[in-house]
């Protein structure tokens, strides 16, 4: 049997051992964010290391769980820590979480993350709705046997970010009067942040934000059919644009910052969801 759909059956297994809770939209929370899941109405955890074969991160400050909770009437489960290409993995055990959260019934994915700002009229601390992103710079996840059951060969990527959950979420940032910006997420392989010639490279390609997650996720879910929303928080501007030096700690800083409003976008997202 093929490994990859193994290891997910495998995963798929250990989590059906713990609980039969069936989720109607996934979110993956991006850096800064993890507290949002400690926020809902819990209805149980599962520790990524209880799953045999599952990615477990090894940065610094990513903790890794599988929270199962509602939020107003809308079933969710939220991966609290994601693995990176990065980190040494393989592109298909990255998206192996994805993946999962479909298996387990999902037909909706909410991704967040921390970005860097390319579009020079941003700023950090603000948010930025993904219109559409550029992967190429990234093995696809899609590389190897296609696996039929899961989805086509060749999936297409055009409105890989789903309109309709596009315009709710503009409209909650509306309501909540949180300025939303849009653009293109730009992945790069990490973790080096890029040199301020790669930024100029980047924001020659039509790039508004770059990050080390979230496209290729993305892919593996549009290969599955999931409906996708995602929204980066523009933790700083990429390297050479800002005024401050780039660190993973400042990036940090800003994203727990900015924390508060983007919980309260996606608390309210989540519940109109329903
Ligand atoms: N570059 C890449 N990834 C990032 C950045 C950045 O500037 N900020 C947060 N994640």
């Known amino acids: 049997m093929n490994q990859v759909y193994q290891k997910l059956e495998q995963c798929f297994q250990a989590i059906r051992k713990k609980t039969d809770f069936i989720p109607q939209a996934g979110l993956v ?3 800064g964010l993890g507290d949002f899941a400690e926020q809902i109405d819990i209805a149980c955890r599962v520790d990524y290391k209880e799953m045999e074969g599952f990615p477990v991160s090894t940065v610094e400050g990513h903790s890794g769980q599988f929270v199962f909770g509602r939020i107003g009437d809308v079933r969710i489960v939220i991966m609290k820590g994601r693995v990176h290409h990065y980190e040494g993995y393989e592109i298909s055990d990255v998206v192996l979480p994805v993946r999962l959260m479909k298996r387990m019934g999902a037909e909706r994915l909410i991704l967040t993350n ?8 941003f700023k950090a601390g603000e948010f930025m709705l993904i219109k559409d992103q550029i992967s190429s710079f990234l093995p696809s ?3 190897g046997p296609n696996i039929e059951e899961w989805g086509p060969r060749f999936p297409p990527m055009e409105g890989i970010y789903d309109e309709e959950m596009s315009v709710l979420m ?3 940032a509306e309501k ?3 300025p939303l910006r849009e653009g293109i997420y730009v992945q790069t392989q990490g973790p080096n942040y890029e040199s301020p010639a790669e930024v100029k490279m980047y924001r020659l390609l039509g790039g508004d934000a770059v990050g080390m997650s979230t496209a290729v996720e993305a892919i593996a879910a549009r290969h599955m059919g999931m409906r996708i929303c995602g929204v ?3 933790s700083n501007m990429a390297s050479g644009m800002g005024t401050v030096p780039l660190s993973h700690e400042e990036v940090g800083r800003i994203a727990k ?3 508060p409003a983007f919980q309260k976008l996606l608390k309210e997202y989540i519940r109109k969801l329903g």
């Open 257 to 259: 910052e900015a924390a």
């Open 29 to 31: 929370l991006g850096s």
């Open 114 to 121: 921390a970005a860097g700002g390319l579009n020079p009229g």
């Open 176 to 178: 909540f009067d949180i």
């Open 170 to 172: 503009k409209d909650v």
């Open 141 to 143: 996840p899609l590389t």
């Open 232 to 234: 980066s928080c523009i």
